[in-house]
């Protein structure tokens, strides 16, 4: 049952449906709340829409102020009386109708009911993980650790949501779950943000295990998982993606068998909690943070204006400090770092001491240098020679600045105070 069908027979008002159907062209979510209000207010004061968009002005006004006075009177929030308002006056203004007088609302910014919400700390939020089954541990992680809103997961109307193909770096390999790469991308399509733009932003390493464990289970149970099958599937299948409102259900009550009273929007308040944090510790960038909750700003305008494409260095950037903000997100360690790569992190270091540029190394397949090709670079890395002829040295930072000064170029930096430069064969010492 849609959201509206209490107050469905006023659509057979052709002028209410006209009203409905423009509002909705803007957001069907917004469309559904005002007729839920109009009728509500009608069916209180035993009057048809059509009846109170031609009461004269007087009786009109005194109708709306004796609404407000009667339901602060019964306690309701300050912002619920207003949306109802709201409501009203657009009726009245497609009616050709306009409300001149200011109506005053107390405590019309006030939210009450989240006066006392915050966000869960990281062992709260574990016992909210723990506290559900693998589908509502995959939703919350996902809303906790990457910041989708709920409407990305499944929308309003249940036909849409995201999707396998979304996750562009996940592959499906003989009924196992793949990621080519950890932290992994997620795509927000235009058809799921709320904005109406896409963008896209990473889930943690807890976050690709829990997905793993969950899409993995349905495969178990005989599901076909494509490419445009969804993340989050409805309890019922009658219908392939999950609804906004269920998705709600679902966290909630997650929520509540850890033992919290939280909305489930608070999780996504977490992440930019966390992220805000690690943008103080200088983790992560504030236009970084930004851009994976889905707001607009510099990089958002980048991406849209480059049809959706960014460098692969600003990717692998972004990829990079969402790793490091990892730990401002997970309630479980990171595994250790493997051997392969360890080894590409050795081996990108003494290529780039070497004299390579760093777009050089990014085209390398650095876990596929052999051993007597790092010995090479070693043994020019310390015989002071670089490839091209030029001499090196590793000085303090508080040194470089004159050797700078005089011609020599950076390298690479090797400690918190030591770094690496080169000297031209021009250069003059």
């Not at 203004?93 to 869960?120: C, F, M, Q, S, Y």
């Not at 993995?216 to 409805?234: K, M, N, Q, V, Y």
Request: proline share 3%; glycine share 6%.
């Amino acid at each position: 049952m849609m959201p509206r069908a209490k107050y469905a027979h006023l659509m057979e008002n052709p002028d209410v449906k006209r009203w409905f159907d423009n509002t909705a062209r803007g957001s069907r979510i917004t469309a559904d709340v005002c007729l839920r209000r109009l009728g509500s207010f009608c069916k209180s004061h035993k009057i048809t829409p059509k009846e109170f968009a031609a009461l004269p002005d007087k009786e009109l006004y005194d109708m709306l102020m004796d609404y407000v006075s009667a339901q602060e009177k019964k306690g309701y929030a300050g912002n619920y009386i207003n949306s109802t308002l709201k409501a009203l006056k657009s009726w009245l203004a497609h009616n050709h109708r306009e409300v001149k007088i200011k109506i005053k609302i107390k405590g019309i910014d006030e939210t009450p009911t989240l006066k006392d919400e915050r966000v869960p700390t990281l062992p709260e939020l574990h016992r909210i993980f723990l506290a559900g089954d693998s589908k509502a541990r995959t939703a919350c992680i996902l809303v906790a650790h990457s910041g989708l809103r709920l409407q990305t997961l499944g929308n309003y109307l249940g036909k849409d949501g995201l999707r396998v193909k979304d996750l562009p770096e996940m592959n499906i390999e003989n009924d196992r779950i793949v990621f080519s790469k950890i932290p992994t991308m997620v795509i927000v399509r235009k058809e799921l943000s709320k904005a109406g733009h896409q963008y896209f932003t990473f889930l943690s390493e807890q976050g690709c295990d829990y997905l793993k464990g969950y899409l993995e289970e349905r495969i178990r149970e005989g599901e076909e998982l494509t490419a445009a099958s969804a993340i989050i599937t409805p309890k019922q299948r009658k219908k392939p993606f999950i609804r906004t409102i269920n998705i709600g259900d679902l966290m909630r009550q997650a929520i509540r068998q850890a033992g919290f009273p939280w909305r489930p929007y608070v999780l996504r308040c977490f992440f930019d909690t966390e992220e805000m944090l690690g943008e103080s510790k200088g983790v992560v960038l504030r236009d970084y943070r930004q851009f994976w909750m889905g707001h607009k700003g510099d990089i958002e305008n980048r991406y849209t204006t480059n049809k959706r494409r960014l460098p692969e260095t600003v990717i692998n950037d972004m990829r990079q400090a969402y790793e490091r903000s990892q730990e401002f997100l997970q309630t479980t360690k990171s595994k250790e770092t493997s051997k392969e790569k360890m080894t590409q992190t050795f081996n990108e270091r003494f290529l780039l001491i070497s004299g390579l540029k760093q777009d050089e190394v990014d085209k390398m397949d650095l876990s596929a240098v052999s051993d007597d090709e790092i010995r090479k670079i070693m043994r020019k890395f310390l015989g002071l020679e670089a490839p091209n002829g030029a001499k090196q040295k590793v000085v303090s930072v508080d040194e470089a600045n004159e050797y700078l000064s005089k011609g020599w170029e950076y390298v690479a930096k090797l400690s918190d105070n030591k770094v690496v430069i080169k000297m031209n064969s021009n250069t003059i010492n």
